[in-house]
């Protein structure tokens, strides 16, 4: 049996919840170990971080944002592709509807070819492609922001349901998984014995300018720049969203 890391099976420890999984191509158990923390030592720095669409995430102490996966040649790739095969799918039923009634049928059966069912497997495997791809890039970002070593990372309470109801975005929304990102990080922080604070929902941290404090009432989504208009101020809004979040006060 392959074993996804050999050299970190501990020896003589009690294995607890078993899982097996199947992803369409392969199957996997995995099992729980407890084994001892092994916290860092921290710098003692609160870091902020802010979700969007243009970029996965801006992080207050890291220069460079972590890119969006799903702009990538790859991602998009992935996606013309199935869409192609699904058309071709929807096709064939089509097909075999059209058959059916011309045969006298009142009601509508959908008998699946081999072809049918070779290009839904071939479905499956590109949905598995681009949920591994979407998960690796969450895992790789949580990564480098947690080695870090921030005492307190602070991210926003996003109403992702909400924000679903925008028929423009929603799409977008869904693929970036932000539910996803942040119960990642929140695990790893605890691993790693750094706080983990979710930021009020009605926080202004776009309105505010992290220089003077000012805020901004009539900020709106299209401004990607922010510019105070007390200090005149200029920063990239996501960024400056994410260093008012690094100082949310935690008793908030």
């Given at each position: 049996?392959?074993?996804?890391?050999?050299?970190?099976?501990?020896?003589?420890?009690?294995?607890?919840?078993?899982?097996?999984?199947?992803?369409?191509?392969?199957?996997?158990?995995?099992?729980?170990?407890?084994?001892?923390?092994?916290?860092?030592?921290?710098?003692?720095?609160?870091?902020?971080?802010?979700?969007?669409?243009?970029?996965?995430?801006?992080?207050?102490?890291?220069?460079?944002?972590?890119?969006?996966?799903?702009?990538?040649?790859?991602?998009?790739?992935?996606?013309?592709?199935?869409?192609?095969?699904?058309?071709q799918v929807s096709m064939k039923y089509e097909e075999n509807k059209t058959s059916l009634r011309k045969a006298g049928e009142n009601r509508y059966k959908f008998t699946k070819t081999k072809n049918t069912q070779k290009l839904?497997?071939?479905?499956?495997?590109?949905?598995?492609?681009?949920?591994?791809?979407?998960?690796?890039?969450?895992?790789?970002?949580?990564?480098?922001?947690?080695?870090?070593?921030?005492?307190?990372?602070?991210?926003?309470?996003?109403?992702?349901?909400?924000?679903?109801?925008?028929?423009?975005?929603s799409k977008a929304i869904q693929e970036q998984n932000f539910h996803k990102f942040i119960t990642t990080l929140q695990y790893k922080s605890k691993l790693n014995g750094i706080e983990f604070v979710k930021a009020d929902r009605f926080y202004p941290s776009s309105k505010t300018c992290s220089n003077c404090g000012d805020t901004k009432k009539d900020l709106k989504l299209k401004d990607r720049v922010f510019v105070c208009p007390s200090c005149n101020f200029k920063i990239d809004r996501d960024k400056n969203a994410s260093i008012n979040l690094s100082r949310y006060p935690k008793s908030a």
């Open positions: 049996m392959k074993v996804a890391e050999p050299n970190k099976i501990p020896i003589g420890v009690k294995y607890t919840n078993p899982r097996i999984t199947y992803d369409h191509k392969y199957w996997y158990i995995s099992v729980g170990v407890e084994v001892a923390e092994t916290a860092e030592k921290s710098t003692g720095i609160s870091i902020g971080i802010d979700l969007g669409i243009k970029d996965l995430a801006v992080v207050s102490n890291i220069d460079k944002p972590f890119k969006n996966i799903n702009k990538t040649k790859e991602v998009k790739r992935l996606k013309k592709k199935l869409k192609r095969k699904q058309r839904e497997k071939e479905i499956k495997l590109i949905h598995r492609r681009l949920t591994n791809i979407r998960l690796n890039h969450i895992h790789q970002t949580t990564n480098e922001i947690v080695k870090t070593k921030p005492s307190t990372i602070v991210v926003e309470d996003l109403n992702v349901s909400g924000m679903m109801k925008n028929k423009h975005l």
